[in-house]
């Protein structure tokens, strides 16, 4: 029972790292050890929840809300039953901070709109997929943009929906027919929280500081968490949002502690060592450094001062990477064992991919195995938008091509100049040139703000597909002001229409990408957000790639390279006007 568990002291936040490293130690013995003291099993009465009436309200035989802490719903003439899986938990701040419950059911999707109705819920979390793993997680519980959908005496209607590389928000209108009133809801939706794993997470932690940013500090009404059971990956994120706030206000978080009360309200909240464990690691993530999202005025504001030339706005730029490289990611030798045991080219390159991040490439007879020094790359609203990789050797041409045949790639964009780096393999004719089992050919050219070439990949017995290479039209130069080549670059790259990963190569696949992927992302999240975060944005994308953005130049050039744009685009408005 809880009160006999083992007690585990308070860890400050400036210490949480060496906790993790202790913890991780042996396998994770620590981590395993800390879990395996935690009450499991129920120990509570669940006497509502196991009444015969209510048995095929339950998505799982053995996981029911204990009774001193279910949702009671009230009974009207739609709902005929107070039941619902689901417990009120109680917070860092309040009492009835949080209810957790399990994902609905076909016939518990009325039940579930009641409960948001009679507890004044405006913001909702759900952390699991309809379908994973070939089984039903939850039922789609609300319409699709613009449809209305009545679920007893509520209706749904679905007003605006935002796609993001992680996750999705909903904004919907639930309208109570009895009542004749209307409220609003959001629904955060986390879409990349593997079956049977734990998320990235960084990508939780950005996910959360979504949702905590979105709320309204005056608002007091519960925060609905669900998933598939409501006890696994609810419990996680539960525990992450409560011992953020415990964290801000005391300097200290204890998750042991934490995740015990919360199985005073709910059974097993916490599934597995592996989710606790990511508790800590996002309580890492999220203390490490500030996610400081600017509105766009702000941003021009800030990146103006940075380049004025003033020694004290300089030092912006300067603390602002020194903290980028103080947080940089650790790997260690066991990180690259596949990319160090199979890569067989004569390349210089002593950037590798990492195992956990690296691409695999499909075997061809004659060819050499499955590697090839690639890494995909989320952009703000794709996760796998863009493919980096290093300019292919004579040697490697093939495998580059075999990249672009087993992604489907439709683009390649080029970090400089093609014919400064290609080295006479990219066709400059009609006259095809064979690169056995491929041959290459061009197919038309095209040059405006940048040059393309349009290439027709042909193998025996096989179907032949295109592809576009895109280059910039001079050599991108982060020592100079001039940022008009870049922009260029990635303005088309933006106006690119495909849903495979576009692939960006430079001469180690990490010069110029990091600038070039972190500008497109930048630029994402201002057209869907109206804000603008180029910390935040560097900082992910070094988690798959560490050697992006590797200068302070750099650094400043996708500040310089953005207020441009942003600049640009308003005396174009300007002009039109």
Request: charged share 25%; proline share 5%; with cysteine.
């Amino acid at each position: 029972m809880y009160e006999n568990a083992d007690q585990v002291p308070d860890v400050y936040i400036s210490e949480i790292k060496e906790a993790i490293e202790v913890k991780s130690r042996n396998k994770n013995s620590g981590f395993k050890k800390e879990y395996s003291l935690l009450p499991y099993g129920e120990n509570y009465p669940c006497s509502a929840g196991k009444q015969p009436g209510n048995a095929t309200k339950n998505r799982f035989k053995t996981t029911f809300p204990y009774d001193h802490s279910r949702v009671v719903l009230k009974v009207d003439n739609a709902i005929s039953s107070d039941y619902i899986n689901a417990n009120f938990i109680t917070g860092s701040v309040r009492e009835h901070e949080y209810i957790a419950s399990q994902g609905p059911k076909q016939h518990t999707v009325n039940d579930f709109w009641a409960m948001i109705w009679q507890e004044k819920v405006t913001q909702l979390v759900m952390l699991t997929g309809l379908m994973e793993g070939g089984k039903v997680k939850c039922t789609k519980y609300w319409p699709d943009l613009g449809i209305e959908k009545e679920c007893g005496n509520m209706k749904i209607r679905l007003e605006k929906e935002k796609y993001f590389a992680s996750h999705a928000v909903r904004s919907m209108k639930i309208l109570n027919k009895a009542a004749n009133t209307s409220r609003s809801l959001t629904q955060f939706h986390y879409t990349s929280w593997p079956d049977h794993g734990t998320p990235e997470p960084l990508d939780l932690v950005l996910f959360h500081n979504h949702v905590m940013t979105s709320r309204a500090s005056s608002d007091t009404s519960p925060l609905v968490v669900h998933c598939s059971a409501g006890i696994g990956r609810t419990g996680t994120y539960i525990a992450l949002d409560a011992l953020c706030k415990t964290g801000r206000t005391s300097g200290k978080v204890n998750v042991m502690e934490c995740v015990k009360a919360m199985r005073i309200d709910r059974m097993n909240m916490v599934q597995t060592y592996e989710q606790y464990m990511t508790i800590y690691v996002g309580l890492f993530e999220a203390f490490r450094a500030p996610i400081k999202a600017l509105n766009v005025s702000d941003f021009v504001q800030k990146a103006e001062s940075m380049h004025n030339h003033e020694p004290a706005n300089r030092t912006v730029i300067r603390k602002e990477f020194q903290q980028l490289h103080t947080i940089l990611p650790e790997y260690g030798p066991e990180d690259y064992k596949f990319a160090k045991e199979n890569n067989s080219t004569n390349s210089s390159n002593t950037i590798l991919p990492l195992d956990k991040y690296g691409l695999h490439l499909t075997p061809l007879p004659n060819c050499r195995g499955s590697f090839i020094n690639a890494v995909y790359l989320p952009s703000c609203k794709d996760e796998k938008a863009f493919i980096l990789t290093e300019y292919p050797s004579s040697e490697s041409v093939v495998d580059f091509l075999r990249l672009i045949k087993d992604h489907e790639a439709d683009y390649i964009i080029f970090m400089n100049p093609a014919d400064d780096v290609m080295k006479g393999w990219l066709p400059s004719t009609s006259e095809p040139i064979s690169y056995p089992p491929f041959t290459l050919s061009l197919h038309s050219a095209t040059e405006s703000d940048v040059k393309t070439k349009k290439l027709l990949i042909s193998r025996a017995g096989q179907e032949a597909i295109t592809c576009v290479v895109a280059e910039p039209i001079a050599l991108i130069d982060t020592s100079k002001p001039d940022t008009s080549t870049i922009r260029k670059l990635v303005n088309y790259a933006l106006g690119i229409s495909t849903v495979n990963a576009a692939i960006v190569v430079s001469k180690d696949g990490a010069e110029f990408c990091g600038v070039f992927c972190a500008i497109y992302n930048c630029l994402q999240q201002m057209r869907i957000e109206d804000s603008i975060d180029v910390f935040t944005a560097v900082r992910h994308m070094r988690i798959r790639r560490p050697e992006l953005c590797q200068t302070q130049e750099e650094y400043g050039f996708i500040y310089k390279t953005l207020l441009d744009h942003i600049q640009s685009e308003s005396e174009n408005v300007y002009c039109n006007m």
